[in-house]
């Protein structure tokens, strides 16, 4: 099957979180959606004007964020696993989120907090640009070893037959 077709296949099945997408097919769609998304995000960088390419770059992974995650919510269905595991890369930004919020907190909910939190801001200006390197990179790097274990799932060869998540895709027409 020509890879434009699987593309357009599956763009059709965005809003299905349902059911189960063969390996080939998942990845002959994201083949298309990574060469489309790198192909537009240029055009954008290099014909729009002083920093609205990257506008233009957001709405591209906002238009692209909800066909690539159903496709790989329907891949994981099909390896026999649950489609949350798309979600596993963004754990430790939201986690990084809600440790920097009750720290946010903390700091505001008195006033020597305050105190502490300008204090920390102005005097130890060099510590804190460390320390934000180093949580950075600690999130960066988890980041990256839950997309590893969700790549690897998405890798995986089809379960054979009908699993929880419906018949396998390679005895069912698409």
Known sequence: MPVLHVFWLELRR???????????????FMSVAVSVF??????????LPDGQGW???????????????SAGVRR???TGNPGTLMLDPLKPLAAFGVIALLIGVAFLSSDVGILALFASLFLAGKLMAALSLVAALLML?????????TMGQLMLPSQPRTNTYGPDPHQVPA
Not at 141 to 149: A, D, Q, R, V, Y
């Open 14 to 28: 965005s809003l299905d979180f349902r059911g189960r997408t063969a390996r080939a097919r998942y990845f002959g």
């Open 38 to 47: 790198a192909s537009a995000s240029w055009i954008a960088l290099a014909t």
């Open 55 to 69: 506008v233009g770059v957001l709405v591209l992974i906002t238009l692209l964020y909800v066909p690539v995650t």
């Open 76 to 78: 994981l269905h099909d």
């Open 141 to 149: 790097g988890l980041t990256m070893i839950f997309f590893s274990h």
